[in-house]
Nanobody, 122 residues
Framework: QVQLVESGGGLVQAGGSLRLSCAVT????????MGWYRQAPGKQRELVAAIRGDGITNYADSVKGRFTISRVYAKNTVLLQMNSLKPEDTAVYYC????????????????WGQGTQVTVSS
């Protein structure tokens, strides 16, 4: 059974750093893309950063230059290094795995993690 296990959230002061980690567990054949989304209270879930299988990355304008997404392909893991954090980065961060195949012939499915809270105090 495929699961996404997140870690690394917490409370940090403005200007500080956190690193989020997400591991896809279970029997995995391939994953197209992995990414991080966030949802603040009263707001819609939004893309923070994503990384494709070929290493191409995509960032929200609000985090460019501060956040870095990376992927450990051999461990089906995605990392999000968050620097220069701001109070407006406060949200629940969700890991996403797109186009997951558990066997060569299986259908592609998307999966979500349970979410990890990031709180940035001013």
């Amino acid at each position: 059974q495929v699961q996404l296990v997140e870690s690394g959230g917490g409370l940090v002061q403005a200007g500080g750093s956190l690193r989020l980690s997400c591991a896809v567990t279970g029997s995995i054949f391939s994953i197209n893309a992995m990414g991080w989304y966030r949802q603040a209270p009263g707001k819609q879930r939004e893309l923070v950063a994503a990384i494709r299988g070929d290493g191409i990355t995509n960032y929200a304008d609000s985090v460019k230059g501060r956040f870095t997404i990376s992927r450990v392909y051999a461990k089906n893991t995605v990392l999000l290094q968050m620097n220069s954090l701001k109070p407006e980065d406060t949200a629940v961060y969700y890991c996403n795995a797109q186009g997951v195949k558990v066997t060569p012939g299986s259908e592609r499915r998307d999966y979500w993690g349970q979410g990890t809270q990031v709180t940035v105090s001013s």
